[in-house]
């Protein structure tokens, strides 16, 4: 597999301080990269720095030969504004396509099918003309994924993504997006649900101050950091 973005030394922050350094991982094609670690770690930083909109202190974060940030679908946490937007299903998915346009007003038959290919294939093309507030928070979740999609389908960056949603929605976009990475797609996901990590991810990235892991799930559950991280997990009740 071919490596798309490789982390050399990366450090993170704000104009008040550095929020975690050290940061050294790369994610290739293919891959499903969970990133663990406590409240204000730095998880979502790191996600906006690999997306470009947000620069790192200190570092390399480098897109390699063939790949851009323009290949990458993003997924960010909702909020309540978010959730009650009045548009259909078929506008929010397509408007995902809206960076192809260029200087044209309209969009092309081939955007046209691409967003309805990407409805079928996330299971909402059934529901293509609702209004997206009227959704339950697992169809907008899934509506938001094809809109990411149709942005871009080499990676997708999802964070939190089952945030606020049911044990059966939870259970069911994750099959989803274990299914986008059957078929090729990188995923790298921010998360606090160490269980479901552990179940789908390939490689695990834990950040607090510093990295305290990177490598296969295998060797994350076998190293210091994984069982001290899945142990307070049990310990909690999550």
Known sequence: MSEQIICSDVALGYEDGIVTEGLNFSVSSGDYLCILGENGSGKSTLIK??????????????????????????????????????ASVQEIVISGC????????????AEKKLALDTMKQLGVDDISKRCYRDLSGGQQQRVLLARALCAAS????????????DPIAQTELYE?????????????MVSHDISSAVKYASHILHI???????????????????????????????
């Open 154 to 165: 080499k990676m997708l960056l999802l964070d939190e993504p089952v945030t606020g949603l």
């Open 98 to 109: 809206i960076s192809k346009l260029g200087f044209r007003p309209f969009y092309s038959k």
């Open 176 to 188: 989803y997006i274990h299914n986008l990475n059957k078929k090729g797609i990188t995923i790298v």
């Open 208 to 238: 607090s101050k510093k990295q305290l892991f990177f490598g296969t799930k295998e060797d994350y559950i076998n190293s210091k950091a994984g069982q001290r991280f899945l142990e307070s997990e049990v310990g909690s009740g999550e």
């Open 49 to 86: 720095s690999l997306l470009g909109l947000k620069p790192q202190i200190s570092g390399e974060i480098r897109c390699c030969d063939g790949f851009s940030a323009r290949d990458i679908g993003y997924l960010p946490q909702q909020t309540p504004v978010q959730r009650d937007f009045p």
